[in-house]
């Protein structure tokens, strides 16, 4: 007797200025060793580079590659316009810079079935392609970076708050209605929040590998935490009893720099043991995180360390009232005015 055939897959993709790794992204997907039927939708957002040459290129190329508009730009719009155009029981998600391993489908729908969770996630392994990169990625795959984050840094298999990206049972994603569209940013950890409230299983394995390419610059990995912090602040004023220590550390350490320059300048010198000892305790692990890394990716992960803690708590300490202030108990995606806005991560 023959096996059964695997559960059909959706893969959904929101895209926006990723002219540089699209191809090879959805390439990743194409070449999946999964026996399943599969297609792939793509969320255009109004970008200002090849990105829409590209995925008009891929959708010539093969009939699984399908596009739909995001006239918003925004990333949870994205992903309702892929999830309402896609059709298969399963539903995987993937940024247009990200490369899945070859059995990162197959093995999902396994521990689906076998963990009987809503969602299954692993690891987000950021990878650098120059010397910055490469510091970026060793600090956001170390403790000192993130924390104890399982997605980031690994760890044993189980139930997790928030997995990377998520490959979801298409049920799970109707029954909550989708992503809230009032959530730029940290719209994954607010729908899983969703999904473990109403009694959902969020499951992370390292097994599930995804491979990222950080931010090109300081600027733009500064403005990508800084939004990380203002949308998580947004995440925890929604839904009580949703933050924890390890999300209080960046604006901590952001009031407590502050305030040690201060003291040091106005006052006494021994304000400036606080910055002091901050920029001690980075450079120190920043040895163990930048190991085998070239001299000068390793010279540049103290500051990629500081840009992350530093905006990620400024953005959560400054995060206005008037984030998602449409939210409403219902917790329903809600429409959202048009805006160009940079893809996260």
């Known amino acids: 007797m023959s096996e059964p055939q695997p559960p059909a897959v959706s893969v959904i993709m929101p895209v926006l200025d990723e002219e540089r790794h699209l191809r090879s992204s959805v390439q990743h997907i194409l070449e999946q060793e999964y026996a399943g039927e599969m297609e792939v939708v793509i969320a255009l957002g109004p970008s200002t580079d090849r990105t829409d040459e590209i995925a008009a290129e891929l959708v010539r190329e093969d009939p699984r590659v399908h596009t739909v508009p995001n006239p918003t730009g925004r990333t ?3 992903l309702n316009a892929a999830i309402k155009a896609s059709r298969h029981p399963i539903v995987v998600r993937v940024d247009g810079h990200g490369m899945l391993s070859p059995n990162y489908i197959a093995t999902a729908v396994r521990l689906l079935e076998e963990t009987g969770a809503q969602n299954v996630g692993g690891i987000m392994h950021a990878e650098g392609e120059n010397d ?10 170390s403790k000192i970076g993130v924390g104890n ?3 980031h840094t690994g760890g044993e298999a189980g139930p997790a708050e928030t997995v990377y990206l998520g490959v979801f049972r298409r049920e799970a994603l109707e029954q909550q209605g989708g992503y809230n569209e009032e959530f730029i940013r940290a719209q994954d950890w607010e729908l899983n929040f969703r999904i473990r409230e109403s009694g959902g299983l969020v499951w ?8 990222y390419r950080p931010r090109p610059s300081v600027r733009a990995l500064a403005k990508q935490y800084r939004n990380y912090g203002r949308w998580r602040h947004v995440v925890a ?3 009580s009893g949703s933050i ?3 999300y209080l550390a960046p604006p901590t350490a952001v009031v407590a720099i502050a305030a040690g320059l201060v003291v040091g300048a106005a006052v006494t010198p021994w304000g400036f043991v606080v910055p002091a000892g901050y920029l001690a305790a980075i450079t120190a692990g920043s040895l163990p995180a930048g190991k085998g890394l070239p001299l000068k990716a390793r010279a540049q992960i103290p500051l990629a360390l500081a840009t992350m803690h530093l905006t990620w708590g400024y953005g959560f300490l400054t995060s206005p009232r008037s984030l998602a202030r449409k939210v409403i108990a219902s917790r329903r995606p809600a429409a959202t005015a ?3 806005e940079e893809q996260p991560s």
């Open 244 to 246: 924890n220590l390890r």
């Open 237 to 239: 004023r929604y839904h």
């Open 132 to 141: 910055w990169e490469h510091a970026v990625a060793a600090a956001m795959t």
């Open 76 to 78: 949870p719009a994205a």
């Open 338 to 340: 048009p805006q160009r």
């Open 204 to 211: 992370f394995s390292p097994e599930l590998r995804v491979r």
């Open 149 to 151: 984050a399982a997605f």
